[in-house]
Antibody, heavy 120, light 110 residues
């Protein structure tokens, strides 16, 4: 069974940083792109970033480009999202997601999410 | 930028059939696959349709997806509605910039 378990969320002050982790199991991790999708309170789904199976290609939404960094460690079956220069509008539940193949085009399996709150 | 537009809400009675539309802003929606996700209150999303019309294992055949190139839209149809289908539904496609989600449609089964 494919499982994705996010961790690392919490309360952080504006301008601060946080690293989210997503531990994957139940599939050959390096064969699939992985993505992060967020959902602000009461709002819809918003794509944040994706990374290829080998980690050599990364993609970002314009709203987070230059502030967030996606990475992965295939030896640990884990994908990360480093959030920096955080703003109040980054407050959201962040979902880790497995893509259908080694290219971003859609989500196959979703994690349960980890909550990030940016507030002073 | 490419955008997907969905109705904010739809409602239908148990046992009936409902269709949720997803209209592309530019280009041809048929050029890239469309996925549909269900999100029940307080839960993470789950995938109910991928590659325009394919169902993941475990998704009942009451759920179906289609593309209408003439209206540049995708549709999710749920037949034999059950109260458990009450949820938010999101369409999703992609372009050279990344994944693109529709704004979501709240389905009420009353």
């Amino acid at each position: 069974e494919v499982q994705l378990l996010e961790s690392g969320g919490g309360l952080v002050q504006p301008g601060g940083s946080l690293r989210l982790s997503c531990a994957a199991s139940g599939f050959t991790f390096s064969n699939y792109a992985m993505s992060w999708v967020r959902q602000a309170p009461g709002k819809g789904l918003d794509w944040v970033s994706s990374i290829s199976g080998g980690g050599g290609a990364t993609y970002y939404a314009d709203s987070v480009k230059g502030r967030f960094t996606i990475s992965r460690d295939n030896s640990k079956n884990t994908v990360y999202l480093l959030l920096s220069s955080l703003r109040a509008e980054d407050t959201a539940v962040y979902y880790c997601a497995k893509d259908f193949e080694d290219a971003y085009y859609g989500v196959d399996v979703w994690g349960q999410g980890t909550t990030v709150t940016v507030s002073s | 930028n490419f955008m997907l537009t969905q109705p904010h809400s739809v409602s239908e009675s148990p046992g009936e059939t409902v269709t949720i539309s997803c209209t592309g802003s530019s280009g041809s929606i048929a050029s890239n696959y469309v996925q549909w996700y269900q999100q029940r209150p307080g839960s993470a999303p789950t995938t109910v349709i991928y590659d325009d019309s394919q169902r993941p294992s475990g998704v009942p055949d009451r759920f179906s997806g289609s593309i209408d190139a003439s209206s540049n839209s995708a549709s999710l149809t749920i037949s034999g509605l059950k109260t458990e289908d009450e949820a938010d539904y999101y369409c999703q496609s992609y372009d050279s910039s990344g994944l693109v989600f529709g704004g979501g449609t709240k389905l009420t089964v009353l």
